[in-house]
Nanobody, 114 residues
Framework: VQLQASGGGLVQPGGSLRLSCAAS????????MAWYRQAPGKQRELVAQ???????NYGDSVKGRFIISRDNAKNTVYLQMISLQPEDTAVYYC?????????WGQGTLVTVSS
């Protein structure tokens, strides 16, 4: 499975961004797609995840501000981020978990700064 993430960039505090991650290859019907992030000097953390059936789970720091969604027909997961703050600055990684394998995308940098 290959993951292609896009949508990162520079945004001012309070702004919004939408990340996309398209999966290709041997996609299993039951899978979980997720976004993780890693800020400089910190461990990678879960931002949000969504199952192929649409069940979602969010990290505490983004609840109420970020929304994860997916288009199963396009094998694509999205992360809509609003009310971005400087502490949201990180490299955001797309993640795919199938029946027996886990795959990571290349990461996309989100910088929140004035």
């Amino acid at each position: 499975v290959q993951l292609q993430a896009s949508g990162g960039g520079l945004v001012q505090p309070g702004g919004s961004l939408r990340l996309s991650c398209a999966a290709s290859g041997s996609i299993s019907s039951n899978n979980v797609m997720a976004w993780y992030r890693q800020a400089p000097g910190k461990q990678r953390e879960l931002v949000a995840q969504i199952t192929s059936r649409g069940s979602t789970n969010y990290g505490d720091s983004v609840k109420g501000r970020f929304i994860i969604s997916r288009d199963n027909a396009k094998n694509t997961v999205y992360l809509q981020m609003i009310s971005l703050q400087p502490e949201d600055t990180a490299v955001y990684y797309c993640n795919y978990r199938g029946a027996s394998h886990v795959y990571w995308g290349q990461g996309t940098l989100v910088t929140v700064s004035s």
